[in-house]
């Protein structure tokens, strides 16, 4: 994947690495609306590959597939933000979930139920299911709180030696670790669905055959264990407040 002068070869990179933007781009589509489309993450996508390609240095610590995959799904999480895909009025539900798991998790003193929260929202139970199940992606937006200031993520600010801040790495370490503290509480429905997706990389329908639910249902289920995810590590009290990005967010 080098050229004689020992760079690194960008045409053989692209086409080596095209198949994995697609399957990132649909990866990531299983959790996004009819309305986004698998052409525009692809196409972001490949801009995080070729952004990749100049970036990548040998001695970085890091094989170029993962810090590529970074890149590429970095890329298209921008796009989605650039496109502000997901409505404002939704955004706020989202948010009002968020604070309702916050307030039932202190007054009952573990995870309130779906039925709970409806209640304590107003709603039927069907209209916030409903709700859940229009959110598809929101987290898309939000998991990128979990990085810290400016444009780099994790991976990227710590595959250098020479430019590592020990201060930033033990945050980043402090987030991680209340991160798989607030996966570890969620109901055991929830923690099963979001192993199946995130470890083992089952796609929505896969998991619910082994759950034996709808794709919907899975769906509603990752929506709403990101929302517990959420309150927990960002709500009011919580252990780690939510950071800025250099860009502004919309909504």
Same mark, same amino acid.
């Given at each position: 994947?080098?050229?004689?002068? @020992? ?14 933007? !697609? ?91 779906? =039925? ?31 990085? @810290? ?18 201060? =930033?790495?033990?945050?980043? +370490? ?20 979001? @192993?199946?997706?995130?470890? +083992? ?42 950071? !800025?990005? @250099? ?5």
């Amino acid at each position: 994947m080098y050229t004689a002068a @020992g760079q690194l070869d960008k045409e053989q990179l692209v086409q080596r690495f095209a198949p994995l933007v !697609k399957r990132i781009a649909f990866h990531l589509m299983s959790r996004l609306p009819s309305s986004v489309q698998a052409d525009d993450l692809v196409q972001n996508g490949m801009i995080g590959l070729l952004d990749a390609i100049d970036r990548f240095e040998a001695g970085m610590g890091a094989q170029f597939e993962t810090y590529a995959t970074q890149r590429v799904r970095g890329a298209m999480l921008d796009g989605l933000r650039d496109n502000d895909w997901l409505p404002r009025s939704l955004r706020r539900e989202m948010r009002r979930i968020e604070a309702a798991i916050h307030l039932l998790e202190q007054q009952v003193g573990r995870p309130p139920s779906e =039925r709970e929260l409806a209640d304590s929202l107003g709603m039927p139970l069907a209209d916030y299911q409903k709700m859940l199940q229009d959110a598809r992606g929101h987290q898309l937006v939000y998991f990128e709180d979990l990085a @810290g200031d400016g444009d780099e993520d994790f991976l990227e600010r710590h595959f250098t030696d020479d430019a590592a801040d020990p201060a =930033r790495l033990l945050e980043d +370490q402090d987030i991680r670790r209340h991160l798989v503290a607030a996966i570890d509480a969620l109901p055991e429905r929830e923690k099963l669905m979001m @192993g199946l997706y995130y470890e +083992q990389e089952l796609n929505l329908r896969e998991i619910g055959e082994v759950m034996g639910v709808t794709e919907s249902r899975v769906c509603q289920l990752h929506s709403q264990a990101i929302a517990r995810l959420r309150s927990r590590l960002f709500g009011e009290g919580a252990p780690v407040a939510p950071k !800025k990005r @250099g860009r502004p967010r919309r909504g």
